[in-house]
């Protein structure tokens, strides 16, 4: 197993990526924490984890506040004494162009999917230097590079989320910590099955 002793936190960690995530890591040997809206969701996915003999630990929260951030590192950090993995997953998209859309709904896309990657990466990685080093990992979207219809704020999200990537694997190199950041395309969760006809994959 890969991921033996080691510690990950993954937002958005109830459902679709997030949760394939956390059942992977588990079984690669990780204690795995998972935060997100929904804390039914949640311990589900550590009732799964812990039925297979890993263990979890669900920390409800909203990604976009930072007394809410806290609490998401600080509780595995308590649990498990180290934080070597961070997965910011969370995410959400506005279908709308432009100038069909909103002020507020420009600024709860772009906290949700951008403005959580700062803040989540921001409280980790003091103690990931303290630890001797440590991994983020950011799902964006190839959205991120070619844009999207009817997802402009998205797109804008995760291209910042792709750059300030780049942004923190250059300036925490020297600390042993890694930045990567995914970009997949459409994956079948329960969000991405509401876009599509019967028929599509």
């Known amino acids: 197993m890969k991921l033996v002793n080691k510690v990950a936190l993954i937002t958005g960690g109830g459902t679709g990526i997030g949760r394939a995530t956390a059942e992977l890591f588990a079984r690669e040997g990780a204690k795995v924490a998972v935060s997100g809206r929904r804390k039914e969701k949640l311990e589900e996915v550590v009732a799964a984890i812990t039925a297979k003999g890993g263990e ?3 920390v409800p929260g909203d990604v976009t506040r930072e007394e809410d951030v806290h609490r998401m590192i600080s509780e595995p950090l308590a649990r498990w004494g180290r934080l070597d993995i961070l997965v910011n997953n969370a ?33 980790a990685i003091p103690h990931m230097i303290k630890q001797g080093g440590g991994s ?50 459409l994956v079948e969760t329960d969000i991405s099955r509401t876009r599509l006809k019967p028929g599509e994959t």
């Open 91 to 123: 995410g959400a998209i506005d279908r709308t162009k432009v100038a069909d859309s909103t002020v507020e709904a420009w600024d709860r896309i772009m906290d949700i999917n951008a403005k959580a990657v700062f803040l989540t990466s921001r409280c």
């Open 136 to 185: 983020i990992v950011n799902v964006g979207s190839i959205s991120g590079l070619r844009g999207q219809p009817n997802a402009h704020s998205y797109s804008a999200a995760k291209a910042a989320v792709h750059n300030l990537t780049k942004a923190i694997a250059i300036d925490y190199a020297p600390y042993n910590i890694r930045a990567n950041s995914v970009l997949p395309g």
């Open 56 to 58: 979890a630990l669900a």
